[in-house]
């Protein structure tokens, strides 16, 4: 018996969705019938995204606001839940990347990744958390990375937030679990973004090497993890990390 995922009626919210793993997630939910908030630092960085949405015939919005300030988020989630009529998913993909030798490291190049990638997420969860307790229901997917597992050279910022992010997921899931909401985490390998094109051909060459399928990843697939973990499909489940990597991390 074929299964298709039915998301009509739900809204879903995406941070950092103007390009990227973000946009593919927020079209990815779209095709399944999701009405989208899109959240970015600046509007302007949100129209392509919205446009795209509009046009497959949801509802779609975007919200100028910084994930790392908290009553900012507060606020800005009130506004969704009452232009959209409900609030029922969060994915917490905002983040960025100041990659350095944690010698050489500076600490405002520390506290900006934090800043973004785990205060972040932890603001937009608070702020959606008493919503979605209220309704019974939520579904909360937070944007890791294998450096959160494994580490990486050059990345103790970054790496330290996504490690950061994967335990607050877990905390997450098992506060929010007896109110139906679940939360869960993804954690990408080598997915090819603007954010990875800056690479040189030496690294992404040695990165290959490690990767048992040959292959760097798509935005795509990272949104069917997303969509998943968002479906009744993935009801069930909470407090996982989901590592999307060809086979980078076994």
Known sequence: MAYSIDLTNRTAVVTGAGR?????????????????????????????????????????????????????MQALMEQIQSDFGSLDILINNAGITKDTLLIRMGEDEWDAVLRVNLKGAFNCTKAVAR?????????????????????????????????????????????????GVTANAIAPGFIKTKMTEVLSDEIKAKMLEMVALKQFGEPEDIANAALFFCSDLASYVTGQVLVVDGGMVM
Do not use: H, P, W
Not at 154 to 165: E, I, P
């Open 131 to 179: 919503i979605m307790m209220k309704q019974r229901f939520g579904r909360i997917v937070n944007m890791a990375s294998i450096v959160g597992i494994i580490g990486n050279a050059g990345q103790a910022n970054y790496s330290a937030s996504k490690g950061g992010l994967i335990a607050l997921t877990k905390t997450t899931a098992k506060e929010l679990a007896s109110r």
């Open 20 to 72: 990227g793993i973000g946009q593919a997630i927020a079209k990815k939910l779209a095709g399944a019938g999701a009405n989208i908030a899109v959240i970015e630092l600046k509007e302007e960085f949100t129209l392509e995204t919205v446009q795209a949405l509009t046009e497959m015939g949801v509802k779609a919005k975007g919200y100028a606001g910084d994930v790392s300030n908290l009553a900012e």
